[in-house]
């Protein structure tokens, strides 16, 4: 993806300026080493979804502005047991849009629909329904791709004893299992019974290592 080309068109819609030291800000921080999943691979898929459902979204730019913060930041060991990963990126994009022209409604706007991110809300519509859908596809991917984001995930917690992680993915699996519907809009309905599949899959394998 040409992330500059993206990036300016993106704030051309909002009749701004792009602001080039943010971009690069932001890039720098999705190409951290800790990092394996939430990277520029994940980013460049998030807005690939956003493209295919455009015309249903109701506020595209701060859609799309809400997909380049959502992972911004993201710490796995984080220094304070208080850090919030999605609140420190909904803040960030919040002052970072706002000092650079957005209005202030739609910064919080951008704000808001990050701490969706969070997946722990359970009534979701609209612009906020497909935001949490575009970040949960990866779980309907096919099963090589769905694979190596296991992989990937599991590098991203490298430091964490392999009973401590398997006990908690887990968990974090069977909680998207248990839900009536994964994915909360029709556009994303196709992806239900191949991501209930990859979950089962995955559980299977971490009760068998």
Not at 25 to 40: G, M, S
Not at 60 to 66: G, R
């Amino acid at each position: 993806m040409d992330w500059h080309r993206r990036w300016d068109q993106g704030w051309q819609a909002l009749g701004r300026t792009p602001p080039a030291d943010l971009l690069a800000a932001l890039l720098a921080r999705y190409t951290e080493p800790t990092r394996a999943y939430h990277t520029l691979q994940h980013l460049a898929a998030c807005l690939h979804h956003l493209d295919g459902v455009r015309p249903l979204v109701n506020c595209p730019s701060e859609v799309e502005l809400a997909l380049w913060f959502h992972d911004a930041i993201y710490e796995t060991q984080p220094r304070d047991a208080a850090h919030d990963n999605e609140e420190a990126s909904a803040q960030w994009a919040q002052q970072a849009l706002v000092a650079h022209g957005v209005a202030l409604a739609s910064a919080q706007q951008v704000a808001a629909l990050i701490r969706l991110t969070k997946h722990g809300a359970d009534a979701v519509s609209g612009d906020g329904a497909l935001l949490l859908d575009i970040d949960l596809a990866i779980l309907g991917a096919d099963p090589d791709r769905y694979a190596e984001y296991e992989m990937q995930i599991r590098q991203e917690y490298q430091w964490v004893p392999w009973p401590q992680f398997c006990a908690a993915r887990t968990q974090i699996l069977r909680g998207f299992l248990v839900r009536p519907t994964i994915y909360r809009t029709a556009h994303f309905r196709p992806y239900e019974t191949p991501a209930r599949k990859n979950l089962q899959r995955a559980i299977h394998t971490l009760d068998n290592r």
